[in-house]
């Protein structure tokens, strides 16, 4: 399971700079608006110490990290939902991805125009904001609209469970407020995620910032993101040593790439478990809180099929142990059913019928 991230932001806020930057792909980035059209995508492998580690252990042949997929969206400009721009185009890119990376402008370059002639971050995230919003109202009014014509006959529970969180929905919207705003039920989220509406979505704050503010505590809002895109640039044309080098003369522990990925994560509520042997190591990522046949299924779905258990140990105590033969006869290998819940780290050996 690996899952996407869809980097959206008006016209000339470095996210086309940043796109390359994080997976290393060269694509257009001039100065002028809709340079992006169609989107780019960029698959990531999801950097994992572990994985080398088990590798060394298990004399693998392959290592396998999971991988996020970015998409570099053209840039949005106010009135897209109205078609403005090339407006609907955009937005169904977005309704693809799992969660949405807004890059808002905080660096100054008299070089590099901003589509409102200023810099002013919140304004731009309102604006990217507002056209969610405002896509997501018309989505939402069109099938309300329906709902209600179908209730023209007997009463539906069912019609009228979803009427009433339509107008819920609905009700929020108009107050100009975003969807993932409201605090839904399992239930409620299951009707929602029929209409695929954007403004639902996770969303990460990107400020890509000035080179002088890259150790800066800029004291940003929560779910939000300092990042400095030409900064990254130049990392991403470096060797992993010269990198690392090169973060520390900074004064910063992580890329900007890992730091989005700890971020993204936590957003999703996503974990990884990790399978190792001959073969290959590999990372696996499934939502935090899923049970043994849910991991199981991420590898296979005939895996979650037949299920019968799974033999689990985190990975630090099997590098302890020295191998699987090892951590059995040592008694550190669990026997885990059907109700276990995934620990990010478990190292896990799935056996099914």
């Known amino acids: 399971m690996s899952f ?22 060269k694509v257009e980035a001039s100065n002028y608006p809709f340079c992006t059209i169609d989107p780019n995508v960029g698959v990531v492998p999801v950097p994992d110490p572990r994985l080398v580690q088990l ?41 693809e991805v799992d969660a949405i990376v807004q890059v808002v402008r905080k660096f100054s370059d008299s070089n590099v125009t901003h589509v409102h002639g200023n ?34 006959g007997p009463y539906d529970k069912i019609l009228d469970k979803e009427k009433v969180l339509l107008e819920k929905v609905k009700a929020t919207l ?15 989220s299951k ?37 400095c895109a030409k900064t990254e640039a130049e990392l991403a044309d470096l060797d992993p040593v ?29 974990l990884t478990f990790l399978t190792t042997g001959p073969e290959e190591t590999k990372a696996w990522t499934t939502t935090d809180g899923a049970k043994a046949p849910q991991a199981a299924g991420v590898i296979h779905t005939d895996f979650e099929k037949g299920f019968i258990r799974a033999e689990v140990i985190n990975w630090e105590e099997l590098l302890d142990a020295g191998g699987w033969n090892q951590a059995r006869e040592a008694g550190k290998m669990r026997m885990e059913g059907k109700e276990y819940i995934i620990k990010d780290g478990d190292t896990v050996h799935f056996h099914f019928n």
Not at 10 to 24: C, D, E, H, Y
Not at 195 to 216: C, F, R, W
Not at 242 to 270: D, F, H, M, P, R
Request: hydrophobic letters at 40%; charged letters at 30%.
């Open 242 to 270: 010269e990198a690392s080098e090169y973060l520390k003369e900074l004064g910063i522990e992580k890329s900007g790439l890992e730091n989005l990925i700890v971020t993204s994560y936590k957003l999703l509520n996503l």
């Open 119 to 152: 810099i002013d971050p919140e304004y731009d995230k309102q604006i990217i904001n507002l056209e969610l919003i405002m896509a997501d109202l018309d989505t939402v009014t069109k099938h309300l609209e329906k709902v209600i014509s179908k209730m023209k």
């Open 174 to 188: 108009d107050e100009n407020k975003l969807a993932n705003t409201l605090e839904l039920d399992e239930e409620e």
């Open 55 to 95: 590798a060394e252990l298990s004399k693998s042949e392959k290592i396998i990290p999971t991988a996020i997929e970015f998409v570099d969206i053209a840039g949005l400009v106010q009135g897209a939902s109205e078609g403005e721009g090339l407006g609907n185009k955009f937005l169904s890119h977005i309704r």
């Open 4 to 25: 996407s991230l869809g980097i959206v932001g008006l016209p000339n806020v470095g996210k086309s700079t940043l796109f390359q930057a994080l997976t290393r792909n």
């Open 191 to 227: 009707i929602l995620k029929q209409l695929n509406l954007l403004s639902i979505k996770p969303i990460i704050y990107l400020y890509n910032i000035d080179e002088a503010d890259v150790d800066k505590d800029l004291g940003l809002p929560e779910h939000s993101l300092a990042i």
